[in-house]
């Protein structure tokens, strides 16, 4: 079954602080992997997007990787800020489809 | 910055009744896709659309389930008669390329059904 598992499910941090959130599919066959980032009752944005061959992307202070091998991806932010407060989610699109199986997020705030 | 727009941003219906969800996507993309989000769950996808037709669909998206695109710019979702469970967020999303592209989502539409 393909799914998408995050972890962990929430994160506190201080501003300033850097961070890792982790991302494990099952997913198969595999296109591609998106992480986004969604506020409370808003959509998600994107904030990459990274094929098979790809095993890391930088968008700001975000950086994604992806290990295709163990099927596992992270998203490091770097120098948190309080707007960074929201959900992270890691998608996943299954090759030749439009399905986009998304996971659960990791829900992070960030405190002064 | 070009946006996907979604109307209305809250909706409450009575059990049975007909809603119509709209959504205004990107001028230049070619995709459309409405997503739905339950109150503590993850997104799911229910519908993809491509040149005026259905080209991909979720075992949620049933015969309640209906998309069109009436004219050059809305592309809307409507649910024959809705049950409790139905009520979530709705989100519309579109892309210029399928799959690899990237999807930019509206704000969303809270369905509350009672």
């Known amino acids: 079954k393909n799914q998408v598992e995050q972890s962990p499910q929430s994160l506190i941090i201080l501003e300033g602080k850097n961070c890792t959130l982790q991302?494990?599919?099952?997913?198969?066959?595999?296109?591609?992997l998106r992480w986004y980032k969604q506020d409370t009752g808003r959509g998600p944005v994107s904030l990459t997007i990274?094929?098979?061959?790809?095993n890391t992307k930088s968008n700001g202070r975000y950086t994604a990787t992806l290990d295709a091998d163990t099927k596992q991806s992270s998203l490091h932010i770097t120098a948190s800020q309080l707007s960074d407060s929201a959900s992270y989610i890691c998608v996943v699109t299954v090759y030749n489809t439009d399905k986009l199986i998304f996971g659960t997020g990791t829900r992070l705030q960030v405190f002064p | 910055e070009p946006e996907v727009t979604q109307t209305p941003s809250h909706q409450v219906t009575q059990m049975g009744q007909e809603v119509i969800l709209r959504c205004v996507p990107i001028?230049?993309?070619?995709?459309f896709y409405w997503y739905r989000q339950i109150l503590g769950q993850k997104v799911e996808f229910l519908v993809s659309f491509y040149n005026n037709e259905i080209s991909e669909k979720s075992e949620i998206f049933d015969d309640q389930f209906s998309v069109e695109r009436p004219d050059g710019s809305n592309f809307t979702l409507k649910i024959r008669s809705t049950k409790l469970e139905d009520s979530a967020m709705y989100f519309c999303?579109?892309?210029?390329?399928?799959?690899?592209?990237?999807?930019?989502f509206g704000e969303g539409s809270r369905l509350t059904v009672l």
């Open positions: 991302c494990n599919y099952t997913v198969s066959p595999f296109s591609n």
């Open positions: 990274m094929t098979f061959s790809e």
């Open positions: 001028s230049n993309h070619l995709y």
């Open positions: 999303a579109s892309s210029q390329a399928s799959n690899t592209g990237e999807l930019f």
